[in-house]
């Protein structure tokens, strides 16, 4: 499913890069933020506004690897 048609996201994306941020020693959610570059030029800002259901996605498959994340929220 389509989560930012600006970028072309889909959710299985959203997984596979939380999979690679675990492997490479860096999972977290500012570093998904930042992979992901909601606010670049190329995107629309609506994804930027609201990227819960991607830290949702990501918390999610980092749970399932049962690996240990940092927890940053843009709301805490």
């Known amino acids: 499913m389509y989560l930012c048609s600006c970028k072309g996201l889909t959710d299985s994306d959203i997984r596979e890069l939380a999979g690679k941020l675990a492997l490479s020693g860096s999972p977290s959610v500012e570093s998904l933020l930042r992979v992901l570059q909601l606010s670049s030029d190329d995107a629309c800002g609506l994804?930027?506004?609201?990227?819960?259901?991607?830290?949702?996605?990501a918390v999610e498959q980092w749970g399932l690897l049962r690996?240990?994340?940092?927890?940053?929220?843009?709301?805490?």
């Open 47 to 57: 994804c930027a506004e609201a990227p819960e259901q991607f830290i949702e996605l």
């Open 67 to 76: 690996v240990e994340y940092e927890d940053y929220r843009l709301d805490q």
